[in-house]
């Protein structure tokens, strides 16, 4: 039984995977630039990172200045992939927790936005911090318990192996192009993840020529 519901995962999170990279290719191929008070789907803003309305951030585990961060727990377990000869015994991971500093606000050069970041991909997604923690009872555990408000729990039971704890920040003036569904709220525009579109921060910004 065990087999057989550690092939069930390893099928659905290699099936997830597919789905989420078709609909960010469709996502970026398919943006328009935002531009004034236009909500729809998929909008593209392009600009800088700027503070928000709390000014300056430090972000929690590098101790970095920043004006937006993510933490991510990320639980490693063991698991069954089904192959020729039989089940293989392989790592995954499973996202576990996430918190992050709130909006991430962008002066972009046809608009600005406030970014609903909840969910986000950020790339490169090279982390400001990175370490793996294997016991309930480790520094790092205690800290996670503060951020998060409790530490994170082994959803994977006698197979988890531990959790891998990566912060993401950006920094004021960072150059991002940021993709996803556009709305208002309060006046403000807004981007963001909806149910079919995923929400794109890249820090790979598109380079225009003199005639563009």
Known sequence: MTLITAGVEAGADAMAKKIGQARRRRALGAAEPLVGNAPGAPREVT????????????????GRPCVWYSVTVSERYWAWRPGPLGPTRVVRDLKAAERTSGPLYVAGDTAAVRVDA??????????????????????????????????????HRDRTIGFLVEERLVVAGEP???VGAARTELGDLVLGK????????????PV?????
């Open 47 to 62: 600009g800088q990172a700027v503070a928000g309305p709390a000014g300056p951030l430090t972000a929690p585990l590098s």
């Open 118 to 155: 909840h969910g986000a991909e950020l790339e490169p997604a090279e982390p400001s911090f990175a370490e793996f923690e294997d016991s309930p009872y480790g520094p790092l555990a205690a800290r996670l318990a503060t951020l998060l408000g409790a530490p994170p729990r082994p959803r």
């Open 176 to 178: 991002l192009r940021v």
């Open 194 to 205: 909806s149910a079919l579109l995923p929400l794109i921060i890249s820090r790979r910004v």
């Open 208 to 212: 225009s020529g003199p005639g563009d």
